[in-house]
Antibody, heavy 122, light 106 residues
Framework: EVQLVESGGGLVKPGGSLRLSCAASGFSFSPFAINWVRQAPGKGLEWVSS????????YYADSVKGRFTISRDDAKNSVYLQMNILTAEDTAIYYC???????????????WGQGTMVTVSS | EIVLTQSPATLSLSPGERATLSCRASQSVSTYLAWYQQRPGQAPRLLIYDASNRATGIPARFSGSGSGTDFTLTISSLEAEDFALYYC????????FGQGTKLEIK
């Protein structure tokens, strides 16, 4: 089964850090770009960051630029999101999503994980 | 930054009716537009990519149209499971999502 599974969410104090992981299974991981998308409670979807295959192209939303870092380890079929200097506005469910089609640097998101909740609160 | 504006914010219809959802871009995105469905407590699901192509496993009652700045998602005859949130997304300039349309049962 093609699957993405996020982990690493939790409760963190303002100004703190958290590292999210997205583990892929059921498909050949390395040719696919992967994105992080978040959804604050009761709100819409917000794209956060994107990493292409080979990590050639990396993009961030303005709201997280300079604070978040995306990376990938193809040997572990995983993508990571290092989140620093967290604020209450970062509280959200964080989803990872696969880009379709294969080898495209940008595309539609055809496979999504179930999400991991990040809560920033004192 | 490309801003996507979806309308209406809420659409109230009955099963069997036709639904028409709109998405307008602040500048041309060509046909680099996708539609997603999100049911409560679930992750989004890709419905339509590149404006008019149904994703794998999506029923034929879902169709997309448009190019440039104006796009439409049409559900020809609503079924109970179609009442959900719908988002458009562009990939012309990195990515952005619309604010969503809630399709509710009348």
């Amino acid at each position: 089964e093609v699957q993405l599974v996020e982990s690493g969410g939790g409760l963190v104090k303002p100004g703190g850090s958290l590292r999210l992981s997205c583990a892929a299974s059921g498909f050949s991981f390395s040719p696919f770009a992967i994105n992080w998308v978040r959804q604050a409670p009761g709100k819409g979807l917000e794209w956060v960051s994107s990493i292409s295959r080979n990590s050639d192209y990396i993009y961030y939303a303005d709201s997280v630029k300079g604070r978040f870092t995306i990376s990938r380890d193809d040997a572990k079929n995983s993508v990571y999101l290092q989140m620093n200097i967290l604020t209450a506005e970062d509280t959200a469910i964080y989803y990872c999503a696969r880009v379709f089609p294969r080898i495209a640097d940008r595309g539609s998101f055809d496979v999504w994980g179930q999400g991991t909740m990040v809560t920033v609160s004192s | 930054e490309i801003v996507l504006t979806q309308s209406p914010a809420t659409l109230s219809l009955s099963p069997g009716e036709r639904a028409t959802l709109s998405c307008r871009a602040s500048q041309s995105v060509s046909t680099y537009l996708a539609w997603y469905q999100q049911r409560p407590g679930q992750a989004p699901r890709l419905l339509i990519y590149d404006a008019s192509n149904r994703a794998t496993g999506i029923p034929a009652r879902f169709s997309g149209s448009g190019s440039g700045t104006d796009f439409t998602l049409t559900i020809s005859s609503l079924e109970a499971e179609d009442f959900a949130l719908y988002y458009c997304q562009q990939r012309s300039d990195v990515y952005s999502f619309g604010q969503g349309t809630k399709l509710e049962i009348k």
